[in-house]
């Protein structure tokens, strides 16, 4: 994620003396604390906003109305009672039979085994060493998300 390339660039003192700072310093212009503190009070006005300035819809509008399924009165596409009259065990029974979608069965056993052909790479740890290459600007370089298919010294810093 881009904060956590923002934050590891701007947390070194190497990589902010090297591209950001007109004078040396043995720190980095944020700490995780400052970093953390700084995230947290953005959430917590976002949230502030939301509830200040968002409505919620009241007009008992269903998921599957809103994707345009259903056949209206309010009932969803897998003809169980509307999402404010399901008790718990009707809950289930729509989550099962979402589950036994062939779409959904696919994406599961895609999200099961992508995992197996990168065992081998993932056994091997494959590091750079730090006077090489320093970490904070190993992270600024690559992708900043981690996938299944990224080298083994990336997923290892």
Partial sequence: MASYTLFMAANSADFCNKYIRSTPSNAGLVTLGGFMSFWGWVFLATTCYIVAFKQEAGDGVTVAGRCGGGGGGGYSALGAAPESEMGVVETYKAMWSIARL??????VLFLMT?????AAVDAVCLSLPPHVFPSALFHFCLPSFKSPVAPPFYKHM
Avoid at 102 to 107: E, F, K, R, T, Y
């Fill in 114 to 118: 992508s995992k197996v052909g990168f």
């Fill in 102 to 107: 062939p779409a959904v069965m696919s994406l």
